[in-house]
Nanobody
Framework: QVQLVESGGGLVQAGGSLRLSCAASGRRFSIYAMGWFRQAPGKEREFVAGISRSGSVTAYGDFVKGRFTISRDNAKNTVWLQINSLKPEDTAVYYC????????????????????WGQGTQVTVSS
């Protein structure tokens, strides 16, 4: 069982930056691959970024284009998402999620494979 708590969202102007955090409970955090997803009103939840248990493998959604960076610190049970050059279309609720089923070595993009989810943090970008 893993509990995930996101923070760091807020209202920011276009072109600004945010760093989202996801704090995990439990001693097994280091064996899970982690992912960030987002969901805008009226849209499906989409993959933003993912990171393997060791941090050696990362993956990003096609729309990211170098603006997002995912990282993790297993000693702190935390994964981060740095978002730069924010755009109004980045407005969404951002969720972190943990994938326990691959031993943490793979980064997967489907929402269906993630076992635990946080409550989300709202990011709103004004133009």
């Amino acid at each position: 069982q893993v509990q995930l708590v996101e923070s760091g969202g807020g209202l920011v102007q276009a072109g600004g930056s945010l760093r989202l955090s996801c704090a995990a409970s439990g001693r097994r955090f280091s064996i899970y691959a982690m992912g960030w997803f987002r969901q805008a009103p009226g849209k499906e939840r989409e993959f933003v970024a993912g990171i393997s248990r060791s941090g050696s493998v990362t993956a990003y959604g096609d729309f990211v284009k170098g603006r997002f960076t995912i990282s993790r610190d297993n000693a702190k049970n935390t994964v981060w998402l740095q978002i730069n050059s924010l755009k109004p279309e980045d407005t969404a609720v951002y969720y972190c999620a943990a994938d326990s089923s691959t031993g943490g070595s793979l980064v997967r993009r489907s929402t269906n494979v993630y076992d635990w989810w946080g409550q989300g943090t709202q990011v709103t970008v004004s133009s």
